[in-house]
């Protein structure tokens, strides 16, 4: 999904603006798991186009650096991350000469942005006027307060969207991801050679190869979002700000995730939180323990442990493979490309009909539903209904009847009879038909 930023100095309304369009335009609110901080981002959809939506302010506000400096990061941060930046003015100060000076910036990167003008909050005020100084063809005039003018500014920032080449994926895509300083992006070095990187260094921060295509055993394999693991090691200011929205968005692009863990920190709430967006999303995933070069004891044991640990704290990685790497050394880094499309083959799985049914069989006649409230719970019939990932259907004359257990106990059982390593599985309940 394309990335929307807004940028401006403090206290024009960057907020209520977010807030604004991310409850006008249909927001599917996002919940990151954990944040206590404000939302920062949300996905937002107007006129059928689906997008991110960043309110930047939060950076500036929480940074110690003096003001100038901190909203100029901001906005270059932002350039870097985002595909379309909303610049928003104080419409009751005027034009403000840091205003003038963010105008410059945004003119010499090459992204598509607009100039809206906050606090119109009577639309026919010429208070706004002013901002065609700054040698804008356009203003646009809202009030983030009682929504005036938030419609045709979104209209015309829908327009403005660069237009993404989707891929057309036969490929498997990948995405990297975790906290930040985990060997992310030096494991993927390794992976795809180091040539390539240097190639990328030199064309600057213009040029946004995010995705780096390879073949691997005749299939195409795609590295998503490449360039924002070379962006994050350099940027030391704002990482949490964005790595947060690049897992998000790293995830909603890719069908395997490698989630990547410092060995010599331990499996980190964190890192589970991010493991944990990933198969929620349906998405394959492979646990790589990375910096085993420097595990203190790196016997076969120490992994079996570590693995069994985060198997007890978290039971779903249970059904998720280990590897244990160390991208300096390049220990087992080429047994991930394996994994990944083993991974994949099973996301993409289809059980015939009359096998699931066979398995129903087996299952019920090993445990039927526990009758509820007198009545006979029965299940008559199940079968897959979709891929990636697998998702089965199981259908009977009370499916509200039947308790979290067995459905529990259901997905054992299967997991049990086709493994779907690496992959979650999703069952439902229906009525009879
Ligand atoms: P990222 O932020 O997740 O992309 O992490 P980087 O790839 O930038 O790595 C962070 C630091 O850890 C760098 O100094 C790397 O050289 C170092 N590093 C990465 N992987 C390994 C590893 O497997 N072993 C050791 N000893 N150091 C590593």
Not at 28 to 46: L, Y
Not at 130 to 146: E, I, K, M, Q, W
Not at 271 to 283: H, N, P, Q, S, V
Not at 345 to 368: F, G, H, P, Y
Request: glycine share 6%.
């Amino acid at each position: 999904l394309p990335v929307i930023a807004i940028v401006g100095r403090p206290n024009v309304g960057k907020s209520h603006l977010f807030n604004r369009i991310v409850g006008e335009a249909s927001a599917i609110v996002s919940e990151e798991a954990g944040t206590t901080r404000d939302r920062h981002f949300g996905q937002a959809d107007w006129a059928g186009h689906h997008f991110w939506l960043v309110d930047t302010g939060g950076l500036v506000e929480d940074s110690n650096e003096p003001m100038d400096v901190a909203i100029r990061k901001q906005v270059m941060q932002a350039i870097d991350e985002a595909d379309l930046l909303m610049l928003v003015v104080d419409a009751k100060v005027g034009v403000h000469p840091s205003d003038a000076r963010l105008v410059d910036i945004l003119r010499l990167a090459k992204k598509p942005w607009v100039l809206v003008a906050n606090k119109v909050d009577d639309p026919n005020s010429a208070d706004f006027y002013d901002f065609y100084r700054l040698g804008v063809t356009d203003v646009y005039p809202v009030s983030a307060a009682n929504g005036k003018g938030s419609g045709d500014l979104l209209d015309a920032v829908v327009a403005a969207i660069p237009e993404t080449d989707e891929v057309p994926s036969e490929a498997v895509r990948i995405a990297v991801i975790g906290r930040p300083n985990v060997g992310k992006s030096s494991f993927v070095n390794k992976l795809l050679g180091e040539e390539r990187l240097v190639v990328n260094d030199e064309s600057g921060t213009t040029r946004d190869s995010i995705d780096a295509p390879m073949r691997y055993h005749d299939q195409d394999i795609i590295f998503v979002d490449t360039a924002g693991l070379r962006r994050q090691s350099k940027i030391d200011d704002g990482i949490e700000f964005y790595s947060a929205l690049r897992s998000r968005r790293a995830i909603d692009s890719s069908d395997v995730c490698i989630l990547m863990v410092d060995a010599t920190e331990g499996l980190q709430n964190q890192d589970l939180k991010i493991a944990t967006l990933a198969w929620e999303a349906g998405r394959g995933l492979i646990m790589v323990i990375n910096k085993w070069d420097l595990y203190a004891d790196k016997t076969d044991k120490s992994s079996a442990k570590f693995r069994k640990d985060a198997v007890e704290k978290v039971p779903y990685l249970g059904f998720v493979p280990f590897l244990f790497t160390s991208a300096l050394t390049g220990q087992r880094v080429n047994k991930v490309l394996d994994m990944a499309l083993e991974v994949q083959e099973q996301r993409t799985r289809r059980i015939s009909t009359s096998q699931v049914n066979d398995a129903l069989q087996e299952i019920i006649a090993k445990l039927q539903p526990p009758q509820a409230a007198g009545r006979e719970v029965k299940l008559n019939y199940a079968t897959q209904v979709e891929t990636s990932p697998p998702t089965f259907a199981f259908f009977g004359n009370h499916p509200e009847l039947i308790p979290e257990n067995y459905i529990r106990y259901i997905h054992n059982q299967l997991r049990e009879k086709w493994g779907f390593t690496g992959s979650p599985m999703r069952i439902i309940m229906r009525s009879k038909r």
